[in-house]
């Protein structure tokens, strides 16, 4: 097994507060990790971080043999950005789809633009992936007219159709209605048993605990404990673990 | 010039009303006490005239603002005197001396008011004072010898002028009208036109005084009378009689010497049996004149909507380059909008085509699209930089975080959001265009307005030529007024 995401000594500090320290975090292919913590314990930031979104202040970042090194420009860096973020997908909490853009549009825009493919090409993957989410007679809907499960899906759709080493997934159900989130959680699970790769930050342990491999646990910004889900969680070692499942 | 757009549907209803009341307000002005029996008892004779018609006619006195010099002051005092009362005079636009001669504002137009059929038809005139001839004047370097040799070239005059009168009738010659009497011969000197037809005191004062400019010949004449009111029969002889002793004492051309405008051409009006004043008619708008409206409304959308393509084409190039470009490039644009939008278009206009033109010799036509679109980005960036402000950074981090290159993310996913934000106020924006660009006559080219006053001096009155101009007016911002209804309410809640 190889990592296709490798993160080392990674530390970020924002506005003079150290919001993530030494970070080790290598994701193998095929893997499902689960980032879990409290509010404000650095989950966002991490992910936001490994596609240089938010810069970091020390340590770096691999995926499929390029680094990422602190203090990087975007105008400067373009390609070797651009050569990370066109393989670590993302999915956001509020989705940010591109409201002029039907649902089809949204998911074959990368591929066209990007990936040089052809305008054919790049509707029939676009079509194939909203069949996948479970959206494939909604193409033609423009973001506004979607409800917010629908949505997170065609997002999930539009992150994939870059075909992506590995999918980063931020709290890809916190802004939905509690009756929508199945339906989103659902796809990632799919998804999951299709070998994709993901890094999953939620509050769903449940979910967490039935779909990861793996769970890592961020707080005050460091990995204070990792392991199987069902380890991490029914048996927690550390204290911020503990405080944040409500257990003494 | 730009209004919120809540306020707009009652605006219009507003200006018609406004319009109607100003409508009938105007008469009464007319009704004050008028004729002879009016300037006796004020003890004032009241003569209108223009001072930007400059020398020798009537003009500021360079030592002394509130004065005004010229012969025309000296007739005017002399007739005043033999009047028994005192003269004053009254300053006026030039091309519209005859409708304010009409509202009463002055009692007579002594003002190198020449006497066409199409005047004698409106007011009525004295037995004239001086015999002009039609100089055209032309670059020394050219073999001109007379209108003949012009036929296909661009030759200057006044508007409502009888040398405009002239040119209209030459065939093949292209016809550049101009608002003062410096700007023809500015423009003959830098080639922008092959000749200029003015009366022989301007030509003589403003054309043959600089070098390289030489008279060609006398193309027409004419000659300068006193208006009055047609029914101010009593103050029309009695002024004519004053003028006639002037003549017949010598003291006219006493006048005339000391301005150095005595001529033979003089000697022979002085001899001749004075003509009867005439008293109007009338006069009707023809179908030519419908013509020339309609090519006058081509003028103003061609100008306008190159100006517009200018202004949203470069109004982007600034709102992206205050947002995304380097510091100096940043700095840059945002002196441009505030130098463009802080000055008046007027002068703008005035500085391109006039004040840059030894360096940038550009024709009217490209001045006055560049002129318009250059002030109009000013505007169209600011509208640009709302609608970037209105798109959420998420779109940007997404676009970024889906391998979009930062322009390929500017290009697909920003602009086109922040276009449906700018463009219910960019089609506003082009109203407000269409409009101004009426601004663009003072370089010579003939709009909508600017025909519209054309017609109006040819018509003999201002009602029927400005009501058909505010038709045309309306009808072309009318559908842009809807279409930017439509858009605002199609698109901003997509944007949203």
């Known amino acids: 097994m190889t990592a296709v995401l490798a993160a080392r000594g990674l530390a970020t500090r924002l506005g003079g507060v150290w919001v993530l320290r030494d970070i080790d975090l290598a994701v193998e292919r095929g893997e499902v990790v689960a980032v879990l913590g409290p509010s404000g314990g650095g989950k966002s930031t991490l992910l936001r971080a490994i596609n240089y979104l938010t810069p970091f202040s020390a340590g770096e970042v691999e995926v499929a043999g390029h680094r990422l090194r602190p203090g990087m420009s975007e105008r400067r860096d373009a390609a070797l950005l651009r050569a990370v973020r066109r393989r670590v997908g993302m999915v956001f909490q509020h989705f940010h789809l591109f409201p002029h853009l039907s649902a089809l549009d949204n998911v074959s825009a990368a591929p066209r633009r990007v990936l040089g493919l052809g305008a054919e090409a790049a509707r029939a993957r676009a079509h194939a992936l909203l069949e996948r989410v479970g959206l494939g007679g909604r193409a033609g809907a423009f973001p506004h007219a979607l409800s917010g499960g629908q949505q997170q899906r065609v997002a999930i759709a539009r992150a994939l159709a870059m075909e992506p080493e590995v999918l980063l997934l931020d709290e890809p159900t916190s802004a939905l209605d509690p009756r929508l989130v199945g339906e989103v959680l659902a796809v990632i699970s799919d998804l999951a048993g299709g070998g994709q790769t993901m890094v999953v930050v939620t509050h769903e342990l449940g979910f967490a605990r039935r779909v990861a491999g793996r769970a890592v646990v961020l707080a005050g910004g460091r990995i204070v404990e990792e392991g199987a889900p069902a380890r991490v969680l029914g048996a927690p070692q550390a204290a911020e673990t503990r405080a944040f499942l409500g257990l003494r | ?496």
């Not at chain 2, 009704?31 to 004020?42: K, M, Q, S, T, Y």
């Not at chain 2, 300053?91 to 409708?99: E, M």
């Not at chain 2, 030509?203 to 600089?210: D, P, S």
């Open chain 2, 1 to 496: 010039m730009r209004e919120p757009s809540a306020k707009r549907a009652g605006t219009t209803r507003a200006a018609l009303t406004l319009a109607a009341a100003l409508a009938a307000a105007l008469p009464a002005r007319a009704l004050e006490p008028g004729d002879l029996a009016g300037v006796r008892a004020r003890g004032v004779l009241r003569w209108g005239g223009d001072v930007q018609g400059g020398e020798p006619y009537v003009f500021q006195d360079p030592h002394d603002g509130r004065r005004v010099l010229g012969f025309e002051v000296e007739i005017a005092a002399a007739l005043a005197r033999r009047l028994g009362v005192r003269a004053e005079f009254v300053q006026n636009d030039w091309q519209t001396l005859v409708p304010s001669l009409e509202r009463g504002d002055f009692d007579v137009i002594l003002n190198g008011l020449e006497v066409t059929p199409a005047r004698r038809a409106r007011v009525a005139f004295t037995r004239p004072y001086y015999a002009f001839s039609e100089a055209l004047v032309v670059r020394d370097d050219e073999g001109v010898r007379g209108l003949a040799d012009l036929r296909g070239a661009r030759v200057g005059t006044l508007g409502g002028s009888l040398a405009y009168d002239l040119l209209v009738a030459t065939p093949g010659v292209e016809v550049v009208l101009y608002e003062g009497v410096e700007e023809p011969y500015l423009d003959l000197e830098r080639g922008r036109l092959a000749g200029v037809v003015l009366d022989d005191p301007i030509a003589r004062r403003y054309g043959l005084a600089r070098p390289g400019l030489r008279l060609a010949a006398a193309v027409g004449e004419g000659e300068y009378a006193i208006a009055v009111r047609p029914d101010h029969r009593a103050l029309l002889a009695a002024v004519d009689g004053a003028l006639g002793a002037t003549v017949a004492d010598g003291e006219l051309r006493a006048i005339l010497t000391r301005w150095g405008l005595w001529n033979d051409r003089q000697a022979v009006l002085a001899a001749a049996a004075p003509p009867a004043p005439v008293v109007p008619t009338g006069g009707r708008p023809t179908l030519a004149q419908l013509g020339l409206f309609l090519r006058a409304a081509g003028v103003t959308v061609v100008v306008s909507a190159l100006a517009m393509a200018l202004a949203v084409a470069g109004g982007l190039a600034l709102s992206v380059a205050r947002r995304y470009g380097a510091r100096p490039l940043r700095a840059a644009a945002t002196a441009y909008v505030e130098v463009f939008r802080g000055t008046p278009v007027l002068l703008q206009l005035y500085v391109l085509y006039y004040g840059l033109a030894p360096l940038l010799p550009l024709d009217a036509f490209t001045a006055a699209v560049l002129g318009l679109g250059l002030n109009y980005a000013a505007y169209e960036a600011e509208l640009y930089r709302a609608g970037l402000d209105a798109v959420p950074s998420g779109q940007t981090e997404a676009a970024l975080a889906l391998g979009f290159s930062r322009s390929q993310a500017l290009r697909r996913i920003v602009l086109p959001q922040a276009l449906r934000v700018a463009l219910p106020g960019i089609a506003n924006d082009f109203i407000a265009l269409l409009k101004d660009s009426s601004l663009v006559s003072v370089i010579t080219v003939v709009e909508l307005t600017k025909q519209m006053t054309i017609t109006a001096v040819d018509l003999r009155g201002w009602l029927v030529p400005g009501l058909l101009c505010a038709a045309l007016y309306l009808a072309l911002s009318y559908p842009l007024a809807r279409l930017a209804r439509r858009l605002e309410r199609r698109l901003v809640p997509v944007a949203a």
